[in-house]
């Protein structure tokens, strides 16, 4: 069986040109996909939770998982090698069109994966420290970083404000912040919180 794997980040993302580069990296190939396996979810979070740990338990030998990139797999150097090590010891392949590499169950296959693992680590790194650099900087001279002031504090962001009507009016019959959050359903310190901003004014 042939196995396309996509995995995005988030909704914004989308995952058509993950499988347009794993449809045309097939067509040069002359091969078909057997079965899609499609994810929205962060590369952080345990294989075994997402897709992709259903389909490991699934493989067998001579099974092959395309995937764009490595990178795909997870986010971090340990997962990466654990996946190739799950796959390589099922008999499966793994290839990566962006990165080029056809991992099997060869010693050279396994120096790959380690090798690409371990830059991938390395430059996550470098990365989340050159950001923290900037920001730093932008810091030093004065400029706001983060969320725009006030965007979190806004009535109107506030999840309770479509009830704003509805609980003035309970609250003018007399019922108690108890027993308007549990007609509302939300919790007492979320109702707390509203009336103690909003509607103490």
Same mark, same amino acid.
């Given at each position: 069986?042939?196995?396309?794997?996509?995995?995005?980040?988030?909704?914004?993302?989308?995952?058509?040109?993950?499988?347009?580069?794993?449809?045309?990296?097939?067509?040069?190939?002359?091969?078909?996909?057997?079965?899609?396996?499609?994810?929205?979810?962060?590369?952080?979070?345990?294989?075994?939770?997402?897709?992709?740990?259903?389909?490991?338990?699934?493989?067998?030998?001579?099974?092959?998982?395309?995937?764009?990139?490595?990178?795909?797999?997870?986010?971090?150097?340990?997962?990466?090698?654990?996946?190739?090590?799950?796959?390589?010891?099922?008999?499966?392949?793994?290839?990566?069109?962006?990165?080029?590499?056809?991992?099997?169950?060869?010693?050279?296959?396994?120096?790959?994966?380690?090798?690409?693992?371990? /830059?991938?680590?390395?430059?996550?790194?470098?990365?989340?420290? @050159?950001?923290?650099?900037?920001?730093? %900087? =932008? #810091? !030093?001279? +004065?400029?706001?970083?983060?969320?725009?002031?006030? /965007?979190?504090?806004?009535?109107?962001?506030?999840?309770?404000? @479509?009830?704003?009507?509805?609980?003035? %009016? =309970? #609250? !003018?019959? +007399?019922?108690?912040?108890?027993?308007?959050?549990?007609?509302?359903?939300?919790?007492?310190?979320?109702?707390?919180?509203?009336?103690?901003?909003?509607?103490?004014?």
């Amino acid at each position: 069986m042939r196995y396309g794997y996509i995995r995005v980040s988030c909704d914004k993302q989308t995952v058509e040109n993950q499988r347009f580069e794993i449809n045309q990296f097939c067509q040069k190939e002359g091969m078909n996909v057997d079965g899609w396996i499609e994810e929205t979810v962060s590369g952080t979070k345990p294989y075994t939770k997402r897709q992709l740990g259903k389909l490991l338990r699934h493989v067998h030998k001579g099974d092959l998982i395309i995937c764009s990139e490595l990178s795909r797999l997870g986010r971090n150097l340990y997962m990466i090698m654990e996946i190739l090590s799950l796959c390589m010891n099922r008999g499966c392949s793994v290839w990566t069109i962006k990165d080029g590499y056809r991992l099997g169950d060869d010693i050279q296959s396994k120096v790959l994966a380690f090798a690409f693992g371990l /830059s991938a680590e390395i430059e996550r790194t470098l990365i989340s420290q @050159r950001t923290r650099e900037a920001l730093a %900087r =932008l #810091k !030093a001279e +004065g400029k706001h970083v983060g969320r725009p002031k006030g /965007s979190r504090t806004r009535q109107e962001a506030h999840r309770l404000y @479509r009830h704003d009507a509805y609980i003035r %009016r =309970l #609250k !003018a019959q +007399g019922c108690s912040q108890r027993e308007i959050s549990r007609i509302l359903k939300c919790s007492r310190n979320t109702l707390k919180h509203y009336v103690d901003t909003y509607l103490t004014q």
